[in-house]
């Protein structure tokens, strides 16, 4: 039996994927709200395919509960974020649910830690718990890669890493998760595997980094920075990303601090990019500031921001480019300007409407800031508005970009 400790974004979709494909899982949260919500066969977040997946592990005897159980298996999947001030990964929650763990599991229990840690946090921070405990744990570390949005595919089809103490661990533990997963799974040390899991991360933000530095660089000199990466992504070694409004989300904005924060001394480009990125909303505000201007818009109650996500189809908003930029504006301004999304139907902000035509309607200036498929699929609405495209997706109608 396996208890997966914590039902997030990750940990739910894991607990359901196990379950379906006949293990048996216990899943336990903290939060007794999400809990009673999926014994009532709710989901907690929107994702392609996870009701489905919710009524096959219920179908084949998933359990949800706020306790920690008496099992051999566990997967702690809890929020690992970032201290703001030191930049190293904040382990408060990983602390607590091991510490839960060790109180209650089998002697000889397997504890996976899925969440994402820097290089060293599970010898720094998991393994004295353990010790300390008298048992005689396993400990593994998988961290986890799956993409919000295409969640159920890629938890079935993305290669894992498997970093252990020893082969045989590692070997049982990838038994587990070949239950459901047919890409590659490798087996590594644990250092290795939590290492590899930021290096992809920051990969990812420094990429992203070059596209915003190119686009600020092209507008100074007024220069199309989508043509330039179109025709420069024909060189067969060159694969530029595209330029956007920041860099949202619980994985990219976050993990690369932990670099930052536990390497300053080596870590200058990977600082310097998340700096870049951080940028994106102010320079954002800054364009719209530009383009109310020339438009004679003098209000920030006529300019909309469409999407309050970090990116399209998923009601996410953890660190989203929006929620950064309504960050950065006086409260004034923050409290007039118009918000919708059509993933968000709680409010969030003062004027956030929650119809697109309504929206639509109610400004002059509108600012895509995020793809959801209904703008991609709704443009017309946009005909007679002066439209910022941050994302560039905007096909038919004339738009200010980044
Ligand atoms: N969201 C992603 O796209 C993604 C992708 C890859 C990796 N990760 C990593 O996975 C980890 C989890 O992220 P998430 O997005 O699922 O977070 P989340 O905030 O969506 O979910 C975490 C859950 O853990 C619960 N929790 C907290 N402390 C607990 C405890 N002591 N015992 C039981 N439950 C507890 C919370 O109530 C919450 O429901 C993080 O380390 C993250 O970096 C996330």
């Known amino acids: 039996m396996v208890n997966v400790v914590g039902l997030g974004y990750i940990g739910l979709p894991t607990s359901l994927m196990l379950a379906a494909h006949g ?24 994702e392609e395919g996870l ?57 000889d229990a397997t504890i996976i830690v899925e969440s994402t840690v820097s290089p060293g946090t599970i010898d720094r921070v998991v393994r004295p718990i353990v ?26 089809n993305n290669s894992r890493t498997i970093g252990a103490d020893s082969e045989k661990v590692a070997k049982r533990v990838k038994k587990i998760y070949e239950s459901f997963c047919k890409g590659e799974i490798v087996i590594t040390d644990i250092r290795t595997a939590e290492m590899t899991k930021v290096v992809e991360n920051t990969y990812r933000d420094i990429n992203i980094a070059f596209a915003n530095e190119l686009a ?71 364009r719209i500031k530009e383009i109310m201007d020339k438009n004679n818009i003098d209000s920030f109650s006529d300019v909309g921001l469409y999407g309050l996500t970090y990116k399209p189809n998923v009601d996410d908003t953890r660190e989203s480019p929006t929620i950064q930029l309504l960050n950065q504006l006086d409260e004034k301004d923050r409290d007039e300007i118009k918000k919708y999304d059509p993933m968000i139907e709680k409010k ?8 697109l035509q309504d929206f639509v309607d109610s400004v002059k200036l509108v600012v895509i800031m995020v793809d959801h498929s209904e703008i991609l699929n709704s443009e017309k609405l946009l005909n007679d508005k002066i439209i910022l495209d941050t994302k560039n997706v905007i096909k038919n109608l004339p738009t200010y970009k980044l």
């Not at 293990?23 to 929107?46: C, Q, S």
């Not at 096959?56 to 920690?68: N, P, Q, T």
């Not at 396993?138 to 159920?152: S, W, Y």
């Not at 969030?348 to 119809?355: G, I, R, T, W």
Request: glycine share 4%.
């Open 23 to 46: 293990i048996e899982v216990v899943g336990t949260d903290v939060n007794i709200d999400i809990v009673k919500k999926l014994r009532n066969k709710e989901i907690t977040f929107k």
């Open 51 to 107: 009701e489905e997946l919710l009524d096959r592990a219920i179908d084949k005897g998933i359990v949800f509960s706020d306790e920690y159980q008496v099992v051999d298996y566990y997967i702690v999947a809890v929020p690992t974020p970032y201290d703001s001030l030191t930049k190293r990964v904040d382990t408060v929650y990983l602390k607590q649910a091991v510490e839960s763990v060790v109180k209650v599991c089998n002697n």
């Open 131 to 156: 010790e300390s405990s008298h048992k005689k744990c396993n400990i593994v570390h998988a961290p986890e890669r799956i993409l919000p949005g295409n969640m159920v595919y890629e938890l079935q």
């Open 216 to 286: 600020k660089i092209c507008r100074y000199d007024d220069m199309d920075v989508y043509e330039i990466i179109k025709i420069a992504n024909r060189h067969p070694r060159v694969n530029i990303l595209s330029p956007g409004p920041g860099v949202g989300g619980h994985c990219i904005s976050v993990d690369p601090w932990f670099l930052v924060g536990d390497y300053p001394k080596f870590s200058q480009l990977i600082s310097t990019a998340r700096h870049i990125n951080d940028s994106m909303p102010i320079y954002v505000i800054d």
């Open 348 to 355: 969030m902000y003062k004027n956030q409407l929650n119809n």
